[in-house]
């Protein structure tokens, strides 16, 4: 699972004002579709619009401004392929090996341990118990079985064959627009992780470092690319092999799951 937070400055012209509109209406009849109760109202809500503004951009007869596209965008979620169709944002190499979150989903599961749970099908000798979870993540039972029900509810796990199965091989929540509060949520609680990491995970079981340097920012965007390339290479690199524990990748790299000695 990868999360990212970027943002770009783009020009809109006539042919993506129609693209976003057709975009957008989609967006609105989709849900009008799964509940015929839904309303206008209710999706203006949703992107934090007044209902007589997405009223008129629907209709044709307003055009959003920049600012009110990347909200939109924003709030729905738009996926990498979205983006690249409305203008915003080019499309990533090897994106489509990515399962994109809404903001929906990802609301409801931005806490560290839902992602553990996933990883964990992964592991060699894995339980789809809630005691065998709950004790290698060092979470409360409870905690382990909403969770477990939630993943199920999100089609992320599917039973099969007495055990539970992860749906989605990698899921990303970057859409290449700005962060949202589950996402800064997420990142405060894993930060939070790697500083009990400093003190209590022994040394062979992790590599925390830094360095300290002077830097030209014009130089920041090419840094990000280089540190996304990294971080999927490096995960291609430490699945190989036998996957025995779950890690975490922030820069520094930790385990955040228990080994079986300890998870008892």
Not at 52 to 57: G, K, L, N, P, R
Request: net charge positive; charged share 30%; aromatic share 6%.
């Amino acid at each position: 699972m990868q999360t990212q937070d970027t943002s770009k400055n783009f020009h809109l012209n006539d042919q993506q004002r129609l693209k976003f509109k057709l975009w957008l209406q989609k967006q609105f009849t989709d849900r009008c579709q799964k509940n015929s109760r839904y309303s206008l109202r209710a999706f203006s809500g949703l992107i934090d619009l007044d209902a007589s503004t997405v009223s008129q951009i629907l209709a044709g007869k307003r055009a959003p401004s920049q600012k009110a596209m990347m909200k939109i965008c924003e709030k729905l979620s738009a996926t990498p392929k979205d983006l690249k169709m409305l203008g915003v944002a080019e499309l990533e190499e090897g994106s489509d090996e990515f399962y994109q979150l809404s903001a929906d989903t990802f609301s409801v599961m931005a806490d560290w341990y839902h992602f553990a749970i996933l990883e964990l099908t992964f592991v060699k000798g894995f339980k789809a118990e809630v005691k065998w979870i709950a004790q290698h993540l060092g979470i409360s039972q409870l905690e382990a079985k909403m969770a477990m029900e939630r993943l199920i509810r999100l089609n992320l796990l599917a039973p099969k064959k007495q055990t539970l199965v992860k749906t989605q091989k990698m899921l990303t929540n970057h859409t290449g627009l700005n962060t949202s509060g589950a996402r800064k949520s997420l990142q405060k609680q894993l930060i939070s992780k790697a500083l009990v990491a400093v003190d209590e995970v022994p040394q062979e079981d992790k590599d925390i470092t830094s360095i300290t340097m002077a830097i030209d920012p014009k130089n920041l965007d090419r840094a990000r690319e280089a540190i996304k390339r990294f971080r999927r290479e490096l995960c291609s690199l430490l699945e190989e092999g036998e996957q025995s524990r779950v890690y975490n990748l922030g820069v520094q790299l930790y385990p955040i799951s228990k080994k079986d000695e300890d998870a008892i």
